[in-house]
């Protein structure tokens, strides 16, 4: 399995095309947000995340999203701030997503790693830093 984007964003839809194909609408991508109000607060951003499965693969896997204050080089014993485990199916040869929504907490106006990997392969990291509320 192939892990091929992951962003926060504020929305995102599918829709079909001809072939038949499929075009994902994703609006809204961003690494960072005002906060809504004083910290402390707590955020649920959604993370999206598209794989593709070779056509030599069988088409199960397991998505996992751990989220830390730090960006890490691989997943240690440290408690995280929230984890999302998710198995998927997809037929080989084809993409497939998962939409991942966790409760972040901050205490302070920071950044939050997404470590997102599938089948404990390799990490992609993603920021999300949360700014002051917008005046």
């Known amino acids: 399995m192939e892990l091929v984007a992951t962003l926060f964003v504020e929305n ?3 829709r079909s095309a001809p072939g038949p194909s499929t075009r994902l609408d994703i609006t809204g991508a961003m690494f960072s947000q005002a906060a809504p109000e004083p910290v402390p607060t707590t955020l649920t951003p959604h993370l999206v995340a598209l794989i593709h499965c070779p056509a030599d693969e069988s088409g199960q896997g397991v998505f996992e999203v751990t989220f830390f204050n730090e ?21 080989p040869g ?3 997503y998962r939409l991942v929504r966790a409760e972040l907490p901050f205490d302070e106006y920071s950044t939050v790693f997404a470590h997102c990997r599938v089948d404990r ?5 993603v920021p999300f830093t949360l700014l002051p509320p917008a005046e």
Not at 80 to 87: D, E, H, L
Not at 121 to 125: I, M
Request: proline content about 9%; glycine content about 4%; overall charge negative.
């Open 121 to 125: 392969g390799p990490l992609t990291v």
């Open 94 to 96: 084809k993409f497939t």
């Open 71 to 91: 960006r890490k080089t691989e997943i240690d014993d440290e408690e995280p701030i929230a984890r999302n485990v998710s198995p998927f199916t997809v037929e």
């Open 12 to 14: 995102f839809e599918m």
